[in-house]
């Protein structure tokens, strides 16, 4: 397998691999809702544009990748920010949650593991979410072929609104289809299909059976 464009990226402390490196907007509005000092799990955070926002905010985030450049580069910023945070690097797949979190977030990576990977990542992003606690999850569909540069890596695309139903026991803040444009070294202009899901898990109990 050849190595993806992003790792490029991670080596370079002055560009962003995602354009802009800001943090999501739903992440921002998540964490206008968590407790101060909440407990925050960023599985798959690359160079960290959420993970360090979110530990700028105050709170003890642990931000985990398989990627050792991009964990370099977090530790990096964190460095120069002088922020706070707790990094790993690690297979998402084969991951241990140590305790519970009020905040779970996996942006734009469990495509890139096998279906079988992610159909068991998901129930236990849920079991290891405190009640009242949030999961943010954005994944690409196959909706639309992804370009050449990045099939090998799309190992396990979801199909439309699948990421949803995953979640039907929670209550959803936020379910969004849409499309983004996107361009990145060796690749000619493109399309990709996503599907992005906020949801909050029940505070009464402990929903679909989660420990």
């Given at each position: 397998m050849s190595q993806p464009f992003w790792e490029k990226a991670y080596a370079d402390l002055d560009t962003p691999a995602i354009r802009g490196g800001a943090p999501s907007e739903e992440i921002?509005?998540?964490?206008?809702?968590?407790?101060?000092?909440?407990?925050v799990l960023d599985l798959g955070c690359g160079e960290g544009r959420n993970a360090l926002f979110l530990a700028e905010c105050?709170?003890?985030?642990t931000a985990v990748d398989i990627s050792e450049a991009g964990i370099?580069?977090?530790?990096?910023?964190?460095?120069e920010r002088r922020i706070d945070i707790r990094s790993e690097v690690a297979d998402m797949r084969t991951y241990q949650f140590p305790g519970l979190f009020?905040?779970?977030?996996s942006h734009g990576c469990l495509h890139l593991v096998?279906?079988?990977?992610?159909?068991?990542?998901?129930?236990?992003?849920?079991?290891?979410?405190?009640?009242?606690?949030?999961?943010?999850?954005?994944?690409?569909?196959?909706?639309?072929?992804?370009?050449?540069?990045?099939?090998?890596?799309c190992l396990g695309l979801f199909r439309e609104k699948e990421v949803f139903s995953m979640y039907s026991d929670w209550e959803v803040v936020l379910q969004k289809s849409y499309t983004i444009q996107d361009e990145h070294p060796?690749?000619?202009p493109h399309t990709h299909p996503i599907n992005k899901l906020?949801?909050?898990?029940?505070?009464?109990?402990?929903?679909?059976?989660d420990a």
């Open positions: 921002r509005e998540v964490a206008s809702q968590l407790p101060p000092a909440a407990r105050g709170f003890r985030v370099s580069k977090l530790n990096a910023l964190a460095r009020d905040l779970i977030v096998e279906r079988e990977s992610w159909q068991q990542l998901i129930p236990r992003f849920k079991a290891y979410t405190k009640p009242g606690g949030f999961n943010v999850v954005v994944v690409f569909t196959d909706t639309l072929p992804p370009p050449d540069d990045l099939k090998e890596f060796g690749s000619p906020v949801a909050r898990k029940p505070s009464n109990r402990l929903a679909g059976g």
